[in-house]
């Protein structure tokens, strides 16, 4: 039956079902929180107007960019030596490396979530170790605040950052290095020059998924942050379950998507998402 | 037309069975003829206690609590089954239950300033106190849509390694130099406001309406103390036993368990808690019906199940013939004792009903950076 079809077409009914998937897992219920939005608690755009003016919610808005800023750049940082370190060394340590990335990747976050409360508190491995070398006088406050949640956050995100790093640098031709050493270039002239340059796009495409999946973070932030960190996540959740305020949850909802949805067309308008991920 | 005369045979089913003329199988069979089951099964008879109850509350230890105290020996009366379900009757979950058309929950334990709110917009069952005998509860404990199954306490805990002296009121809480350490409060509120008011001089008689503005102004003096809010019980007690805080505002019933556990390391009293009522409270269209809701809460006013949730969770009983029968070595514990209730101020439920989301969402911009 499927082979008489054009080739094209073939390839298209392949391609079917994800967009049906998408369809009813998400725009159906999506087109649900949008309603919501307008609906709740009665028509209008109130909810939209108490997202603009409320400062308690700028203060969770801009917390929550705030963070996942920091996060980002702090893992791409991280990923990049990490990347860079891969590129450049043995096999060996190349193993090394991945074991690195891999190990963490494939633990789930509520017990890495734990594990960092376990090793950050005030008398966790961490600081007790530090006061035995003698380090510290009084342990350092290293979780239950914002540092904790970031620690924890940078951790997660360096394999998301790690691979789209990688496969940029790749693609770099290993001759256009040489032939500037050839011609006369310090290393550190390659580096700045020849080589950063042609990680650009992935560095803005690692730091804007980066960026994405930090929008969302709920059990982090809840956990490590001590009660005192509300992120976007949490706060719609507190919306939706603990005061009961759907329509300002969904609408909150829709923003984030907006931005989430801004800086998808900026990935793919500025860097190639193929290359990211070849 | 049609509708009406295959609802009117339905009512006559109802009534028949209701009577005893025709059994239950009959009349399902009846039911299941006239096309009729869906409409049949929410008239609420008869078969409805073949479902069992579902009991919403809080989770973890509670789950196991409440069936030794309650739901066994109910279902061992009644024949009627339950089942616990430990996931939390929040106000926004219960409304969800109810929004969806079909909810699956009958009776929750939920905070009493819930089931006022949502009983006020017609989402929860009057209470039926031809079944529940009001005279179990202490009477400023049970409106219309809720009656409390127990009372417990946000009390001032301490680590007794950090002072010698016990911190005995909320501006002991506030003194960072006399009783030096990190704290911990409740993340969600209850009590909180209310504790930085009393920290600020204000008098239990005049604490309600609570002054908002003036009560995050004193908790702001506070924050550089303050380690960690805790969300859950099992938290505030993993502060304590790691000694992270020097002095928190906890649970009555994590307290008990702390004290045991650390062998007095951690103290802690009724002066100046505040004690606040739990809430047994019947979904709108409850998928088992009224009446086997309505026997299980009258069931859970009972003086023994009471007693003995005090004695596996320390929670206090509500009623008030059950202080008598207390054994001895609990009495002290109790927060719902005459003597302790004198000590402890009480939550305003009304206000709460009238000012929770609100006040909450100011309470967790401050809190919350």
Not at chain 1, 17 to 40: E, K, N
Not at chain 2, 257 to 270: A, I, Q
Not at chain 2, 318 to 330: D, G, Q
């Amino acid at each position: 039956m499927i082979t008489r079809l054009p080739e094209r077409w073939q390839y298209r009914l392949l391609l079917w079902p994800l967009p049906v998937l998408l369809l009813l897992c998400y725009v159906v219920p999506f087109a649900g929180i949008v309603t919501w939005s307008v609906t709740l608690p009665e028509l209008g755009v109130d909810n939209y107007a108490r997202l603009a003016n409320d400062p308690s919610i700028h203060a969770v808005l801009w917390r929550t960019l705030y963070l996942c800023t920091i996060v980002g750049v702090c893992a791409l940082l991280l990923a990049f030596l990490m990347a860079y370190c891969w590129l450049y060394s043995s096999s060996r340590w190349q193993r090394w490396v991945e074991l690195c990335i891999f190990l963490p990747f494939f633990i789930s976050v509520l017990v890495r979530t734990f594990g960092w409360l376990v090793a950050l508190r005030n008398n966790g491995l961490v600081n007790s170790w530090l006061q035995e070398l003698g380090l510290i006088d009084s342990p350092l406050a290293l979780t239950r605040n914002t540092l904790g949640v970031i620690i924890a956050m940078v951790h997660f995100m360096v394999p998301f950052a790690f691979f789209p790093l990688l496969s940029s640098m790749r693609q770099i031709d290993d001759r256009v290095l040489l032939a500037a050493r050839g011609l006369g270039a310090s290393r550190l002239r390659v580096f700045i020059s020849i080589f950063l340059p042609q990680t650009l796009p992935g560095l803005l495409g690692a730091f804007i998924m980066v960026f994405v999946f930090c929008l969302g973070f709920f059990i982090i932030p809840a956990i490590l942050g001590g009660g005192s960190t509300l992120m976007a996540a949490e706060y719609v959740f507190l919306q939706m379950f603990q005061t009961y305020n759907w329509g300002i949850g969904a609408a909150l909802c829709v923003l984030m998507l907006v931005l989430v949805s801004g800086l998808v067309w900026l990935l793919m308008r500025f860097s190639r998402v193929e290359r990211l991920v070849g | 037309m049609h509708q009406t005369h295959q609802q009117d045979c339905i009512e006559l089913l109802v009534e028949k069975t209701r009577r005893g003329q025709i059994d239950r199988r009959s009349f399902l069979k009846a039911a299941g003829m006239l096309a009729a089951l869906p409409l049949a099964m929410r008239s609420g008879i008869g078969w409805a206690q073949d479902r069992p109850v579902i009991i919403v509350n809080w989770g973890g230890d509670a789950i196991d609590a409440y069936q030794q105290a309650w739901t066994d020996s109910f279902t061992r009366e009644t024949g009627i089954p339950v089942r616990i379900d430990g996931s939390g009757p929040t106000e926004g979950a219960i409304r969800a239950q109810l929004a969806s058309g079909r909810p699956s929950w009958d009776v929750v334990d939920a905070e009493p300033f819930t089931s006022l709110t949502l009983g006020r917009e017609g989402l929860m069952r009057p209470l039926d106190f031809n079944t529940i005998d009001r005279s179990k509860v202490n009477e400023e404990f049970a409106t219309e849509f809720g009656v409390a199954g127990y009372l417990y306490s946000y009390v001032i805990a301490w680590d007794k390694e950090r002072f010698d002296s016990a911190p005995q009121t909320w501006a002991d809480f506030w003194d960072v130099e006399r009783f030096p350490g990190k704290r911990t409060m409740y993340k969600w509120m209850n009590g909180v406001l209310e504790a930085a008011l009393l920290a600020d001089g204000v008098v239990v008689a005049d604490l309600y309406p609570l002054d908002v503005a003036r009560a995050l102004d004193k908790l702001d003096e506070l924050r550089p103390h303050i380690l960690a809010y805790w969300g859950s019980g099992a938290e505030s007690q993993q502060l304590f036993l790691d000694g992270e805080v020097s002095i928190g505002q906890i649970w009555n019933t994590r307290a008990i368990v702390l004290e045991r556990d650390t062998e007095g390391r951690v103290g802690w009293h009724y002066d100046n808690a505040c004690v606040t009522p739990s809430s047994w409270a019947v979904l709108g269209d409850n998928p088992a019906g009224a009446e086997p809701a309505m026997r299980f809460i009258d069931h859970a006013l009972e003086p023994e199940g009471q007693i003995e949730l005090l004695k596996l969770l320390g929670n206090g009983p509500s009623n008030p013939a059950a202080e008598a029968l207390i054994p001895e070595e609990l009495i002290e514990l109790n927060c719902g004792s005459v003597d302790n209730l004198a000590r402890q101020f009480k939550l305003d439920i009304e206000w709460y009903a009238d000012h929770y989301g609100s006040v909450l969402d100011q309470f967790l911009s401050r809190t919350g950076g």
